[in-house]
């Protein structure tokens, strides 16, 4: 599910929520947000409502977020909403010419309070 994120009538962003494994209930939110908004809170209220949906309305057990590493903002969202770091994956992804290291950040169901 793919899902715009609008401020005042005006698209600023999108979240998502994917539904990865359906035999072991997991799931993965994202969020993009132009520059702009950034530092509103936009993105803590999207992905909580994504969080929100997987949890209490897919009964999803696990739902994880990735992120470039140099995204600090992005981190401190997830943290935000009691997603805790898990993995520090060095250089594996090469994009617009260069190689990145990527955060992952996990929840599991008993974790979550709305």
């Not at 899902?3 to 209930?25: E, V, Y």
């Not at 969020?31 to 530092?39: I, M, Q, R, S, T």
């Amino acid at each position: 599910m793919d899902l715009a994120i609008t401020h005042d009538g005006t698209l600023i962003g999108n979240c998502l929520l994917i539904w990865t494994s359906k035999a072991h209930r997991q799931g993965e939110i994202g969020y993009v947000l132009h520059p702009d908004h950034h530092g509103h809170g936009y993105a803590t209220e999207a992905a909580r409502e994504m969080l929100r949906l997987g949890f209490d309305g897919l009964h999803l057990h696990r739902i994880t977020g990735r992120l470039d590493a140099r995204n600090t903002a992005s981190a401190r969202v997830l943290e935000k909403l009691g997603m805790r770091r898990e993995a520090h994956l060095i250089d594996n992804e090469h994009v617009k010419g260069e190689w990145s290291s990527e955060l992952i950040y996990a929840m599991v169901d008993h974790e979550w309070t709305p």
